[in-house]
């Protein structure tokens, strides 16, 4: 039947140089239709993808069209070919290499969170326990994406600032966070290094604007530049990410195959054959027409689990708007959620399952981990028996596809994306196809999908709360409301 042939995509053909595809991600959407979990929960795709065809087509040709226009924020869809920052990137870090044992990176929001999600995933685990001689001579990582003073300061204590490359990072260059986070870091490295602490520092921030390429430039630190019309969720095959990922030795070439391939088979405007369109098109009728307004991202792989993180700033921040394109308040957007497999089939399943049918579930599966770790055959003799000889890698996909159909028994919609393995080329895939998945996204909830007013409201009251000149009359006024809350 039709239905049963669409049902698992593994795309990309003739266009593709690469030539080969049997190592792409795949997308199942077959536990998101009505056939499965019921016309109530689930969605007629087959006639959705016909009745969406020609409005997806548009869609994608439209954003191809756009991605080169200034204003647009669509350069994120070229980072992937930007082979000079990757060139530069790589220069320097090979002329930093076996100069540093730590690499800090200072960053808030998308400044920090697809530098995190990458380094998790295709850095062996533990990477900071390991040895020098285990980290293959790469040094080890630290984000700091937050300003709690305990954690600063407890994390000072332990990093060698003589042996540390702090990269601070801010698109704004103005986040007071980061800022903060920076002058308290440059102070004690000033005060540990004396006038040789600016060989510690490489700053990415806009090219011209904010207060970090400023002092940047009076200071002469080596800086990165985060392009043109490429938002802070949307930075992470930037140089905000490829930096650090070179320096800890992530071989960034993989990571930009992964990005074009899959850029290449996203050109594709056929919803057929689209798999971020599929998913759009599925996350967004869930929500206007089942009633399904939570969006639950669930790996079932620890190296994955920051890869939620990263998902819920990107579809929170890009399609939580007041208002639509039209100018119209809509107060839209669904709302994002990590979870882990197998770990949080303990702690939320029970309410996915029996609680308010109002999610739709997002797995990803990992086909082949790295280690295949057998489960030893001992206590046969007891209940426990049953599992010996058998491996993790099984039990880990046995613990995916069992609750999947007990979602689906209890008519919750699910879909699945599977990665044949966690490297950087599939890693590369995955983030960049929810990146173009969520664009997609913007454009069917009919808002911009790249600008966020409600963080920028925020920030500015921090500013004019902290004393920041030109902000006085804020300040007054969130005196007043702090008044009278
Ligand atoms: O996606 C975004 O634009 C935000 O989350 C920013 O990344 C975050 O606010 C940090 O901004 P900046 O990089 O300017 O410090």
Known sequence: MYFALDYIQLIYKEENKRGDYSGMIKFDYRNADALVVGSENGLNLSQEFDNYKDRIAEIIADLNKRKDKPGQWLQWMNLGYSEETAWYVKEYAALVENRFDNILVLGIGGSALGGIAVTEALLKPYWNLLSKEERNGAPRIFFLDNIDPDYMSGLLDVLDLKKTLVNVITKSGDTAETMAQFMFVKDRL?????????????ATTDQRMGILRQISEQEGYKTFVVPDDVGGRFSVFSAVGLLPFALVGIDIDEITNGIKDMDLALKNTDIRENIAAQNALIQYLMDVKKGKNISVMMPYSSKLKYVSDWYVQLWAESLGKDMDLDGNHVHIGPTPMGALGA?????????????????????????????????PKIFEYTGTGYLGGKSFNDLMNAEADSTKVALSDYARPTVTITLPKVDG?????????????????????????????????????????????????????????????
């Open 343 to 375: 770990t949080d089939q303990h702690s939320q399943v029970q309410l996915y399952n029996e609680g308010p049918n109002n999610k739709i579930i997002n797995f990803i599966r990992v086909e082949n981990f790295d280690t295949n770790l057998e489960i």
């Open 190 to 202: 000033e005060k540990e290094l004396g006038d040789d602490y600016r060989k510690n520092i490489v």
């Open 425 to 485: 080329y599939n890693v590369a895939q995955l983030l960049y196809m929810l990146e173009v998945q969520t664009a997609i996204a913007g454009e069917l909830y009919h808002i911009n999908a790249f600008n966020q007013p409600g963080v920028e409201q925020a920030k500015n009251y921090t500013y004019a709360l902290m004393g920041r000149a030109g902000y006085e009359e804020s300040a007054k006024t969130l005196q007043t409301k702090m008044a009278a809350v």
